[in-house]
């Protein structure tokens, strides 16, 4: 019998006479477990650090002390530790198996970086020792400045913005500030944004007061250069646009759509998202850019930690440069110089707009950007966009007979499907994704972009490699396949082998449970 | 290039399937104009050795905190992290996993966030928490902002006890986001701030940050007395979230929004970044709280499960309409705050902050025994100021020379302000030792005779 091994052992679960129904005491399946809330493993007097309590002091703290219990749990070590080991066997990892997330960029991460982010040297500086005992820490954002602006082609950057969205606000503020010193900040109220963008653009413009205006796309995922043109006036502060865009795409028009939108007297924003594709082989400098942030979790691989954090550099053309916020870094003959104040910018010919954050922005995301960096250099980031684009690209060519893709290609970095090979399938583009967790894939990026129907956007990343990107492709011809078979179930009620099946996000929103409540008032317990 | 796994023959391969003669055709979208053939001009690939010592030079050129006596604080503190904290974040399931946007393969994440989120609201004492924002002041920003659409009023009032970057940060947001704001003068240990008359029928909310920018512990109940009967909110400000372990909650004094920075918790100094941004609220303001949420639901076979929830208040669905444009969160540093929060329980974190006072009030008590200086405050948490008789920058910098990082001199980050001149501020949590504190006094005796 095929099915049993040379020992007699059946090898096949149906053959062990075992079945999917079967449950076990604990809630556990081998190594699934079940774990509950921190809260739910308190044992009263159990603790995880040993602290002596403080003798021979007076105490100052006035009136102010403290006088309810927390009601934190007590946990031992080992309990602490086995809780969050537990919990992280829930998560889907790019460092246990493809993440082809469209536009998030879910590439390896080195742990060269992670290693190099603790020397005690970067790690353990505070933002506000003396400058003469930072020079390194200086050193090293310089250095990355100096990196991003080659790369990018343009002449500034403002390193503090935490995130992207963060960076959007700053790009944004920068040209709000320069229209404002030419005196027209009255006049110009209007952002222009194409209606494939990240939803951050448009809340980012209207965070700044501005009116959000929908460009339509041209039918094939790009902007419309006329209807661009057409939108243009004199009351348009910026458009933003993300390229590579939200469709996979490079603009083509580009350069054109920068002289449009430099002749109607606006800036020019671009979501640096997608610059994995290009970096290394196109400068956004040389495509009439004024304002880019770069995403370091993204195109250079600081880890995505679960949601953050990240951190969102933005790039300046000459005529936003003088206004990049405090603070930032000079050098002068060796020596380092923080810019902390309006009097030291002043002297320096600069007029920031003002300031991000406290401190000098996400040092421990610096510092693994500027490593991921070195090791591949500039032959190595140029290979980075070349492979990200290969690999999307065979994926597109892989699966375009079969799966509807939306637009004619080549696509860079990411490949764009809508859902009408769906059609008359009864399967939706979420259970397809669903689907695909049963497989051992995390989902591509589903309904996004807007302009086309039930989007699967796959953006595999130059991590990816061949043998493993065919398998995936056989994967989803595989599940193509079966749309089309009496299987249904596979669909509608996937994810059948993760952790939790469909969880009801209605009943989430619809009566919010947003904290765990002891089951007795904490008084009552004392 | 050891992290990029396509081979040559891969490539001849993949792009036979593609039926393109070479990668450049798959750029061909891209404007002549802009296409570069060669390098950029930047040092080429190098092997994890190289990289390693390179770094390693940089790194070695600042003075890292744990090689000297060091008291420095303002708005970040140095604490001792357990091992198991790094050790549990750099898991590959936590590290390299995005945001849950699919629960049925992240509920690692979205299990913590929802305990994050507990244990933010019995901190802070306060109802509801966020999944975190980026950062103490980009919190304070945003809590302005709350207060505004709360209220429908366009002005703010900030205490002049708020860390004066944290009120770059809202300064720098009226200004672009149209709303007036009032600014309180610094205000020293002892004196008094009348900011309850400020409040008028017309302001959105009062900012107070305790312990206050110099280290001052304040009673807020007054001023969220005063705000409340105008209409206003009460945002209250807490940089160093260990105070709460031993200091009465702005939730126990009548704060609406409570805003601090987590980074005590669980993460290092890292030179002013990542941190954790902590932000709470009353469940009545719940719809116009910014940032991520995390909710408990049940999944297809009845088991408890968590999702991001509430998120028709953001960017993504609501694009021009969102709360915020924010987009992110700072999920593995507060997964650190959330680790090393249960490794303290309510026993760890309570005694933690009672030995960051002890310390704080023995040096303090020995600083204020040396010629020319001087304790400004009444009650204190972990850090206080000292009035020189000479600038404190100066004095800084010659203690550096000495081998001690002795705190932040108030007009690094108030400027042009001359009565704050002679201001040191000074941190002291549990790191520091009765040896710390005796090189300190030492040093700072001697500094002082030298510029005395």
């Known amino acids: 019998m095929s099915g049993m091994n040379k020992q007699g052992r059946p090898t096949s679960f149906a053959e062990s006479g075992g079945g999917a129904e079967r449950t076990t005491f604990t809630g556990n399946k081998g190594l699934e477990l079940e774990e509950p809330l921190i809260f739910e493993r308190d044992t009263k007097g159990a603790c995880g650090v040993d602290l002596d309590e403080p003798e021979g002091y007076q105490p100052k703290i006035g009136k102010f002390e403290r006088k309810n219990r927390i009601g934190l749990p007590g946990l031992s070590e080992p309990e602490v530790v086995r809780h969050f080991v537990r919990l992280s066997s829930k998560n889907y990892s790019i460092d246990a198996g493809l993440y082809p997330l469209g536009s998030c960029t879910m590439k390896h991460n080195p742990r060269l970086n992670e290693k190099m982010a603790r020397l005690p040297g970067f ?63 009255e006049q110009r109220r209007r952002v222009l944004v194409p209606e494939s963008a990240h939803g951050t653009n448009p809340a980012t413009a209207a965070l700044l007061g501005y009116k959000v205006d929908t460009i ?50 606006a800036y020019f924003y671009c979501d640096g998202a997608n610059f994995n594709a290009i970096v290394g082989r196109v400068r956004p400098g040389d495509l009439g850019v004024d304002a880019m942030h770069i995403n370091l979790h993204k195109t250079f691989s600081t880890p995505h930690g679960g949601g953050g954090p990240g951190a969102g550099p933005v790039v300046f053309s000459e005529a936003l440069a003088p206004f990049v916020p405090l603070p930032y870094v000079v050098q002068k003959d060796g020596v380092y110089d923080l810019i902390e104040t309006e009097d030291e910018a002043e002297a320096d010919g600069t007029s920031p707009f003002g300031r991000m954050t406290a401190f000098h922005g996400q040092m421990g995301m610096f510092v693994r950007a500027l490593a991921y960096m070195m090791s591949h250099g500039s032959d190595g980031l140029r290979q980075v966009a070349e492979d990200s684009v290969l690999n999307a690209n065979y994926v597109l060519a892989s699966l375009k007979d079969v799966m509807s893709a939306s637009y004619e290609g080549p696509c860079m970095h990411e490949a764009l499907f809508d859902d009408r090979f769906l059609k008359g399938t009864g399967v939706e583009t979420l259970d397809f994704a669903k689907a695909m967790i049963d497989e051992g894939y995390h989902p591509m990026t589903m309904y996004f972009p807007l302009v086309v129907h039930g989007a699967l956007l796959i953006e595999p990343t130059e991590t990816e490699s061949k043998q493993g990107i065919d398998l995936f492709i056989a994967t989803l011809r595989d599940l193509v396949a079966a749309t089309k078979s009496n299987d249904k179930e596979r669909f509608s009620g996937a994810p059948h082998f993760a952790p939790r099946g469909r969880l009801d996000e209605t009943a989430a929103a619809r009566k919010p449970i947003l904290r765990w409540q002891p089951e007795m008032p904490a008084q009552a317990a004392d | 290039m050891r992290y990029l796994p396509l081979t040559d023959t891969d490539r001849q391969e993949m792009l036979g399937v593609i039926g393109a003669k070479s990668v450049d055709e798959l750029f061909r979208d891209v404007p002549e104009a802009a296409r570069r053939d060669g ?108 207060a505004n659409r709360v209220t429908k009023r366009k002005k703010a009032v900030l205490s002049g006890t708020l860390h004066p970057q944290y009120a770059g940060v809202v300064h720098n947001l009226a200004e672009f986001a149209d709303f ?142 969102a709360t915020s444009n924010i987009c992110t969160n700072s999920g593995l540093c507060c997964l650190a705050f959330t680790i090393h929060l249960s490794l303290l329980g309510e026993e760890g974190y309570t005694r933690l902050a009672r030995i960051n006072h002890a310390n704080a009030a ?10 020319g200086v001087d304790v400004l405050n009444d009650a204190f948490f972990n850090e206080f100021t000292l009035r020189l008789q000479a600038p404190a920058k100066k004095v800084v910098d010659a203690l550096a020379e000495k081998g001690v990082l002795g705190g932040v001199p108030a007009s690094r980050l108030i400027h042009g302000d001359p009565s704050v001149e002679n201001l040191l501020i000074v941190a002291s949590t549990e790191i520091n030792t009765d040896a710390d504190r005796d090189a300190y006094a030492q040093a700072l005796a001697e500094t002082m005779k030298e510029v005395l």
């Open chain 2, 362 to 371: 023995k040096l303090a008590e020995k600083l204020d025994a040396i010629e």
């Open chain 1, 216 to 265: 339509k796309g041209d039918g094939n995922g790009r902007v419309d250069l006329e209807a661009l043109r057409e939108k243009l006036g004199p009351d348009v502060a910026a458009i933003m646009l993300t390229n590579p865009n939200t469709c996979g795409l490079f603009e083509r028009d580009i350069i054109d759509i920068a002289k449009a939108v430099h002749e109607a007297g």
């Open chain 2, 39 to 146: 390098l950029v001009d930047l040092p080429k690939r190098q092997g994890e050795l190289e990289v390693e010592r390179a770094l390693s030079r940089m790194a070695a050129k600042n003075v890292a905190a744990g090689d000297v006596p060091f008291f420095v604080g303002a708005g970040a503190y140095r604490h001792h992290v357990p091992a198991s904290v790094d050790h549990l974040i750099q898991r590959s399931e936590f590290l390299t996993s995005y945001t849950p946007y699919q629960p049925e393969v992240t509920q690692g994440t979205l299990q913590y966030l929802f305990e994050f989120q507990t244990q933010v609201a019995m901190l802070t004492g306060m109802e509801v928490a966020n999944a975190s924002m980026y950062d103490g002041s980009t919190a304070c920003g945003e809590a302005v902002l709350m």
């Open chain 2, 180 to 321: 007036a704001l009032e600014t309180m003068p610094p205000v020293l240990p002892g004196a008094a701030e009348d900011i309850v008359s400020r409040i008028t029928d017309e302001t959105s909310c009062v900012v107070v940050q305790t312990p206050g920018f110099f280290g001052e512990l304040a009673d807020l109940t007054p001023i969220a007395e005063a705000a409340h009967a105008k209409g206003a909110l009460l945002v209250a400000v807490v940089p160093e979230i260990v105070s709460l372990g031993l200091v009465t909650p702005p939730g126990d004094m009548g704060a609406d929004i409570v805003v601090g920075e987590g980074q005590s918790i669980g993460n290092g100094l890292n030179f002013g970044g990542p941190y954790v941004g902590l932000f709470a609220t009353r469940q009545k303001y719940l719809r116009q709280m910014p940032g991520r949420l995390c909710g408990e639901t049940l999944d297809s076979d009845g088991k408890r499960g968590f999702v991001l929830t509430l998120s028709t208040r953001e960017q993504h669905i609501r694009r021009e309409k």
């Open chain 1, 123 to 185: 790690g353990d500086v505070h933002p506000l020792q003396p400058e003469q005992t930072v020079q390194g820490a200086m050193e090293l954002i310089d250095t990355l400045a100096h990196w991003l602006k080659t790369l990018t082609g343009l002449p500034a950057v403002a390193m503090s913005p935490k995130a992207g969205a963060h960076g959007e606000l700053c790009g944004m503020m920068a040209i709000r500030a320069a229209i404002e010193a030419k005196g027209e900040g």
